[in-house]
């Protein structure tokens, strides 16, 4: 195969830029309100999948940038994806060695889990600190992540075998 | 080989002091305002995600255009004419009404009206996190549009600016948990305030006291208490009302003016003040 041109880091930027386009996209109009409790966490999967993959290069600081760059975009108050993320990206770097030998399916089965702990926090966070009123619909969004975790890891892996 | 398993830090040590960053940020940005000044110097990276993100809803507008049938527009054009011939009838109308009401105002020695203008703007983007409520509108800095700004459609009060990159805006919800509004009950000329529920269907008053003359069905409108909001703008109509015994206050529900559910253009509301701030006014189209 030819060596492709741009072989690099940038991938991974790219990659999380789309998870946040993604994070960010409108329903279509008139769609009910509730499928966005839905909308699987992208931009905490691609995480996942990075700090899995090159835990390297992607690593805890890495992971809280990230989450104010989330926060940043999707106008959550500043500190409420890191928050998350910051576990999430503690979490791969001590066990990625043996999340790296699972199957598929049981990374996703993890990938849920890891991703409930984190809106765990968002929901105490939120309900605690903000004094918001929380619908537990939001507990769907790990579910909804942990089935779309074998398509983001293989489509993740080919970048990053293509062009890391 | 003896460096490749020196640590330089540990990840776990690292977490925890982000963890502890991240939840001071939290509180700080979550509780105060001292950080908006840096969600407003952000725009500029903002802007290309916020660009793609509305660029699918967009082709799928765009298709759809194309494929409309000529009798289906030709119909869409005649309701318009329709309509605007309608509008200019009460707005002959409105313009003298406007004119004795000047009068009557200077005669009783109080200040005129601020006249107000507006600028259309479509919506880009909805908060695709449903605990909080805001829309993404196409116009920005350049536009003229400012936080703070009120915003409305044709039926009421919709929310006001709170960000402004150079092309883009972000509204907050009247809906939002976040927001409140200075209100007058047209009927009794109560001041209250509304705030919003989290909800997209409903708003609530806060603290009315148990004296107080409301009932279902009362109109609630912008008083411009706050100089935030132009005074006369529907905010919504009393849905409830309930009085536990021995409460203080009553708990009233208020059903939204605004079509808040199936908005798709909404308009910026201008008035004096904010046109002396270097707003060009041909780009404005004057309401009044």
């Not at chain 1, 990374?107 to 605690?128: D, E």
């Not at chain 2, 313009?95 to 009557?104: D, F, G, K, V, Y």
């Not at chain 2, 459609?153 to 200075?182: C, F, I, M, R």
């Not at chain 2, 006369?232 to 808040?260: C, D, H, K, T």
Request: overall charge neutral; some cysteine.
């Amino acid at each position: 195969m030819a060596e492709p041109l741009l072989r690099g880091p940038w991938v991974i930027g790219l990659t999380l830029l789309l998870a946040l386009v993604l994070a960010l996209v409108p329903l279509p109009a008139g769609s009910p309100e509730a499928l966005n409790f839905l909308r699987p966490d992208w931009v905490g999967l691609a995480l996942i999948y990075w700090a899995i993959a090159v835990p390297e290069r992607f690593g805890v600081l890495a992971a809280f940038c990230l989450g104010l760059v989330t926060d940043l975009v999707l106008s959550s108050a500043f500190g409420y994806h890191s928050l998350g993320y910051v576990i999430l990206a503690a979490l791969a770097a001590s066990t990625y060695q043996q999340v790296r030998m699972l199957e598929i399916w049981q990374q996703a089965t993890l990938v849920t889990v890891s991703l409930l702990i984190v809106v765990l926090i968002q929901y105490a966070a939120l309900s605690v600190i903000l004094e918001r009123q929380l619908s537990l619909l939001m507990f769907l969004k790990p579910l909804s992540s942990g089935l779309m975790w074998p398509w983001v890891f293989l489509l993740l892996r080919l970048c990053r075998r293509r062009y890391l | 080989m003896k460096q490749l398993f020196l640590e330089r830090t540990n990840p776990r040590n690292q977490a925890v002091v982000l963890f502890i960053v991240s939840l001071l940020l939290f509180v700080i940005d979550g509780k105060g305002e001292a950080l908006n000044p840096v969600r407003q110097g952000t725009g500029l990276i903002l802007e290309p995600i916020l660009w793609l993100s509305a660029l699918p809803a967009q082709l799928i507008a765009g298709t759809s255009d194309f494929f409309e049938t000529r009798d289906h527009q030709q119909a869409t054009l005649t309701e318009l004419a329709r309509q605007v011939r309608v509008l200019q009838a009460s707005q002959l109308k409105m313009s003298a009404l406007e004119a004795e009401n000047a009068r009557l105002r200077s005669l009783l020695g109080s200040a005129s009206r601020m006249s107000e203008s507006v600028l259309i703007a479509e919506i880009k983007g909805l908060s695709p996190d449903p605990s909080t409520h805001y829309i993404t509108l196409d116009k920005g800095r350049d536009d003229g549009v400012f936080v703070g700004q009120p915003v409305i459609d044709a039926a009421g009060l919709v929310g006001q600016v709170v960000e402004t990159s150079s092309k883009l805006s972000k509204v907050l919800l009247v809906t939002d948990q976040n927001h409140a509004v200075p209100v007058l009950a047209v009927r009794t000329a109560a001041q209250l305030i509304v705030e919003g529920r989290g909800h997209r269907d409903v708003l609530s008053l806060r603290h009315v006291s148990a004296s107080l003359d409301l009932k279902v069905g009362d109109l609630l409108v912008t008083s411009g208490l706050g100089q935030r909001f132009p005074s006369g703008y529907p905010v919504g109509l009393i849905q409830s009302y309930n009085l536990a015994p021995g409460a203080a206050f009553a708990q009233v529900l208020v059903e939204p003016a605004s079509r808040l559910q199936t908005l798709d253009h909404v308009l910026l509301v201008f008035d004096q003040r904010s046109l002396g701030e270097g707003v060009e006014l041909d780009r404005l189209a004057a309401d009044g």
